[in-house]
């Protein structure tokens, strides 16, 4: 079972960057597709974008060429590079394991974009 701990979340101008992290432990990282996922008040959680294990990536078409995942198989960290942030961007952030049949989340980390 992985655990998954976001951080770098927080408040923002819109235009601003924020890069969240999140650290995992308690299962082989390098070999897991990972992604992050978002939530709003009052909307369902949505996918913004993921990697595999290999790095290939797939973002939502909301964050393209704004916001950049990555990996640090050393260190077993996840990354999400968000540029030119909007207000509509403003949500709780999700790691999540999506490797298997059951998606594992980490608790979330707020990030609030104002205008």
């Known amino acids: 079972q992985v655990q998954l701990v976001e951080s770098g979340g927080g408040l923002v101008q819109a235009g601003g960057s924020l890069r969240l992290s999140c650290a995992a432990s308690?299962?082989?990282?390098?070999?897991?597709?990972m992604g992050w996922y978002r939530q709003a008040p009052g909307k369902q959680r949505e996918l913004v974008a993921t990697?595999?294990?290999?790095?290939?990536?797939n973002y939502a078409d909301s964050v393209k060429h704004r916001f950049t995942i990555s990996r640090d198989n050393v260190k077993s960290t996840l990354y999400l590079q968000m540029n030119s942030l909007k207000p509509e961007d403003t949500a709780v952030y999700y790691c999540?394991?999506?490797?298997?049949?059951?998606?594992?989340w980490g608790q979330g980390t707020q990030v609030t974009v104002s205008s």
């Open positions: 999540a394991d999506v490797s298997g049949p059951r998606i594992s």
């Open positions: 308690g299962s082989i990282f390098s070999i897991k597709a």
């Open positions: 990697i595999t294990g290999g790095g290939s990536t």
